[in-house]
């Protein structure tokens, strides 16, 4: 669990939140090893679960057409996720790609007694509407 709040911390979805509501994120994570031209999740699926990459390459594609190359630690299928909507993108892996998986109903079970929580994930999604407007406003 130690290994797995430590890798938490470096994962800018999560880097806002205290090391003691990590570990019960941590807890909840399982494991999880693709092989290459696996997919991860179709465009159009519904979100159940929320996979952050440890190593390994991922290829994002929306409309068919590759989008993003992720080989950073990252937190992928975050939006679905959080808003019980359908994927926006399909997930493919280059090569092989190792995992931490978080499912939906886990984590909102999770969240219900954990304010800090909560308070870290808030923050992060403020910081992206900022640059999302930043950048908006840029192209205008």
């Known amino acids: 669990t130690i290994e797995r709040v430590i890798f938490l911390q470096g994962i800018e979805l999560f880097a806002d939140i205290p090391s003691e509501q990590l570990a019960h994120l941590a807890g909840i994570t399982k494991s999880y090893s693709a092989e290459p031209?696996?997919?991860?999740?179709?465009e159009g699926d519904p979100s159940q679960s929320m996979f952050v990459l440890i190593n390994g390459n991922v290829q994002?594609?929306?409309?068919?057409?590759?989008?993003?190359?992720?080989?950073?630690?990252?937190?992928?299928?975050?939006?679905?996720?959080f808003d019980g909507e359908e994927r926006l993108v399909s997930a493919t892996c280059k090569e092989e790609s190792h995992f931490l998986?978080?499912?939906?109903?886990?984590?909102?079970?999770?969240?219900?007694?954990?304010?800090?929580?909560?308070?870290?994930?808030?923050?992060?999604?403020?910081?992206?509407?900022?640059?999302?407007?930043?950048l908006s406003d840029a192209i205008v």
């Open 37 to 42: 031209g696996e997919i991860i999740f179709e």
């Open 60 to 81: 994002l594609y929306r409309n068919g057409k590759l989008k993003k190359e992720l080989t950073d630690p990252v937190a992928i299928g975050v939006w679905g996720f």
């Open 101 to 134: 998986v978080i499912d939906r109903i886990d984590f909102y079970d999770l969240l219900e007694d954990r304010v800090q929580l909560s308070q870290g994930l808030l923050k992060y999604f403020v910081k992206r509407i900022r640059k999302l407007t930043e």
